[in-house]
């Protein structure tokens, strides 16, 4: 910790873009209570893709939360109201980034054998170039960053409490994952939060 409880902040990517990483960002609060809260109190699903024309169940749970509905691989979510958590939790992330955001998807990783592919979130709602701030809290789970045109990957340990802000051309230039760790037992919950932008409602937060 450094004065006030600000954490030190680390740069990720070398270039075409920018993945901030944020130590703590929670202040006095308990990351395990706050899993426990959420893992109590959100509407949890197990949303299926169609792959090489087969359906199967994503490798982990999911909720959308906020004022838009979502759409990516072929999936629409539609949102539910934010509730007194995800809102305290939403300003913590707009403070720390200094974005503003309307919506949040909520993944949870039941164990290590619950895991993300590679994929950008450069779906044509969030925008150009968007600024996304990915909570982490529960286990520590790896995530890795790759470049589209060099393949080169960079890596780096979520830790529980811990904020990545990703911006820039972060998401045009970079995929990421979270791959399996079998080794992990306990649960992570990863808040992404995006500012959704609809030509119907325009910005709303």
């Known amino acids: 910790m450094t004065l006030f409880g600000e954490t030190p902040t680390t740069e990720l990517l070398p270039y075409d873009g920018s993945a901030v990483f944020h130590e703590w960002v ?22 299926h893709l169609v792959m090489f024309g087969r359906k199967v169940a994503e490798p982990r749970l999911s909720a959308w939360y906020g004022d838009e509905p979502y759409t990516y691989s072929g999936v629409t979510l539609d ?8 809102e305290r939790l939403k300003s913590i ?10 919506s949040v998807l909520v993944n949870l990783y039941r164990n290590g054998d619950d895991s993300m592919g590679w994929h950008a979130d450069d779906e044509p709602e969030l925008g150009v170039e968007p600024s996304i701030a990915s909570l982490s809290l529960g286990a520590t789970r790896r995530f890795k960053l790759r470049h589209r045109r060099t393949g080169e990957v960079v890596e780096r340990d979520l830790t529980g409490g811990s904020l990545l802000v990703m911006s820039g051309a972060c998401q045009s230039a970079w995929m990421h994952s979270v791959p399996k760790q079998r080794r992990v037992v306990e649960a992570r919950v990863n808040l992404t939060f995006r500012m959704i932008k609809s030509e119907d409602a325009g910005l709303r937060s």
């Open 26 to 47: 929670l202040g006095d609060e308990s990351h395990e209570d706050l899993v426990a809260a959420l893992l109590a109190g959100l509407e949890w699903e197990q949303k």
């Open 79 to 86: 949102p539910r109201p934010l509730t007194p958590v995800l």
């Open 93 to 102: 992330c707009e403070r720390k980034s200094g974005s503003r955001f309307n």
